[in-house]
């Protein structure tokens, strides 16, 4: 088994008072995509400087591709767009790109130009932008020069801090899709970013950080599969309330002849308890729908669906919006 791309072992930095990182263990493997979510502050761009070997951990360590972060050989094999983009304002893009490939460690070969021409193609940075200074650009274009400085030599790691900040909707679209490229071509990328739905459209793992601390680290399948899913259900008759109290299933919300019943009366009915009876019965007495909180096996609860005649049912497939508040809501720790 080759080493991990990445290995961050019990790394911690302690900035005296402000949130740092706190004893974070990771492993990236070849042909990964990593989502690393959090909001600002979270110990996210720390976490990168640290694992680059940019700042010194307080403790732990870092390797990349089993070998010291700090080597200076490593470099070569990893593509780099930090956060805080600062380029070489009285250069144009054009120079700005070939001045960053030219600083490539010795004997690795140059970026190939026509993998430049079509990242800046894909990119929408036309030869107009490429030959402007970057003093007079926006930060958009800037962002697109920081992106095709990281991916133009095809590295086999790409560290990504917030990629997507800046962009309009078609580059944002055009970064995605050259994320997925990446890992599908096997190589590893780490994309830091609090843009949730863009996690999930690239990630395989999510890896999420709350106040410096890795608090959640699953596959987006396994992830998904443990959350909480929401159900509408609209029926062509009553609305069969004492038959959902089910284990795993909770009623948010039952409507009957467009009154909404309160979820607590609606809980109640699911516990038993002696006065659900007189709520059940309010809650079936006409047609209407019913909002469930799903969790755990589907089956018992399809079975009485079947039993009743349903109109409509919608049952989408969560999303990693609902991980976060999940992992975000009530104090920090």
Known sequence: MPPPVVELSGLSKD????????????????GEVLGFLGPNGAGKTTTIRLALDLIRPT???ARLFGRPAGEPGLRRRV????????LDERLTAEQMLRFLDALRPAGTPPADPRRRAELCERLRLPPSDLSRVLRDDSRGTRQKVGLVAAFQHDPDLLVLDEPTAGLDPLAREAVLELMREAGAAGRTVFHSSHVISE??????????????????????????????????????????????????????EVDTAGRAQAASAASAAS???????????????????????VSGEL??????????????????????????????SGDAP
């Not at 900035?15 to 070849?30: C, M, P, T």
């Not at 998904?224 to 089910?246: I, K, N, Q, T």
């Open 15 to 30: 900035y005296g008072g402000g949130v740092g990182l706190h004893a974070l263990d990771l492993e990236l493997q070849a």
């Open 59 to 61: 403790r732990g360590t």
């Open 79 to 86: 593509g780099y767009l930090p956060g805080e983009l600062t």
């Open 199 to 252: 996690v999930d459209r690239t990630a395989s793992r999510v890896a999420i950080v709350r106040a410096g601390r890795l608090v959640r680290l699953e596959s987006i399948e396994v992830l998904r599969s443990s959350l909480e899913r929401r159900m509408l259900v609209r029926f062509a008759g009553p609305v069969p309330v004492d038959e959902l109290a089910l284990p795993g299933v909770r009623l948010l």
């Open 271 to 293: 516990a038993g308890s002696a006065g659900s009876a007189g709520a059940a019965g309010a809650a079936g007495a006409s047609a209407g729908r019913v909002l469930l909180a």
């Open 299 to 328: 089956a018992p609860l399809l079975a009485v669906l079947a039993r009743h005649p349903v109109r409509h049912l919608a049952f989408p497939e969560p999303d990693l919006e609902e991980a976060f508040r999940q992992h975000y």
